[in-house]
């Protein structure tokens, strides 16, 4: 059981919007860590998508949006495309555990 | 730049176990290494991580002291080993570089499947 909170699974047409949520606790998130978020395609290893909460690295397209707000952050990925069926992971720095867990991951399924 | 990780292994349990994460294209004592286990069907995990420019090291709560990480900086290249190899061990294992000592991991290197049977 993750410290940090996923839904297992959500869904959308393509071109709609869907939002990935992540819960912390005063531990990660709403101490104010970064929260990263990673998306892993079928039998690929996982890459970073979000970092610090908000920042895409070169290459991610802007369809994918990081936000946070309290003990919360949020995936959102607008215009969605078939590409997008994915796993997405957020992770972030836990200070109970001294270390930087990750959430249990989310299926995302483009119908 | 790149993490190029060793080959797929098989051993049996009781058994020891070194797999390895070459650096390449970027400065190897700049930045953090860490390791990552994905069992099979399931979600990433932590194991930890560490800075060969000195060796600093973390390690997740659930693998303290049943593995450990290491690394060579003369040849740019990290490990991960175990002494004493469980059925419980299999999994895939990444190894990914990120810059500052909690950041986002930007380099992923191809993974390592560990298979103890």
């Known amino acids: 059981q993750s410290v940090l909170t996923q839904p297992p699974s959500v869904s959308g047409a393509p071109g709609q919007r869907v939002t990935i949520s992540c819960t912390g606790s005063?531990?990660?998130?709403?101490?104010?860590?970064?929260v990263h978020w990673y998306q892993q395609l079928p039998g690929a290893a996982p890459k970073l998508l979000i970092y610090r909460s908000r920042n895409r690295p070169s290459g991610v397209p802007d369809r994918f949006s990081g936000s946070r707000s309290g003990t919360s952050a949020s995936l959102v990925i607008t215009g969605l495309q078939a590409e997008d069926e994915a796993d997405y992971y957020c992770?972030?720095?836990?200070?109970?555990?001294?270390?930087?867990?990750f959430g249990g991951g989310t299926k995302l399924t483009v119908l | 730049v790149q993490l190029v990780q060793s080959g797929a292994e098989v051993r049996k349990p009781g058994e020891s176990l070194k797999i390895s994460c070459k650096g390449s294209?970027?400065?190897?004592?700049?930045?953090?290494i860490g390791w990552v286990r994905q069992m099979p069907g399931k979600g990433l995990e932590w194991v930890g991580i560490?800075?060969?420019?000195?060796?600093?090291?973390r390690y997740g709560p659930s693998f303290q002291g049943q593995v450990t990480i290491s690394a060579d900086k003369s040849i740019s290249t990290a490990y991960l080993q175990w002494r004493s190899l469980k059925a419980s061990d299999s999994a895939m294992y990444y190894c990914?570089?990120?810059?500052?000592?909690?950041?986002?991991?930007?380099?992923w290197g191809q993974g390592t499947l560990v298979t103890v049977s």
């Open positions: 294209g970027y400065s190897f004592t700049n930045y953090w």
């Open positions: 560490i800075y060969p420019g000195d060796s600093d090291r």
């Open positions: 992770q972030s720095y836990d200070s109970s555990l001294s270390g930087s867990p």
């Open positions: 990914v570089r990120h810059e500052e000592e909690w950041g986002g991991s930007d380099i």
């Open positions: 005063r531990y990660n998130i709403g101490a104010g860590y970064d």
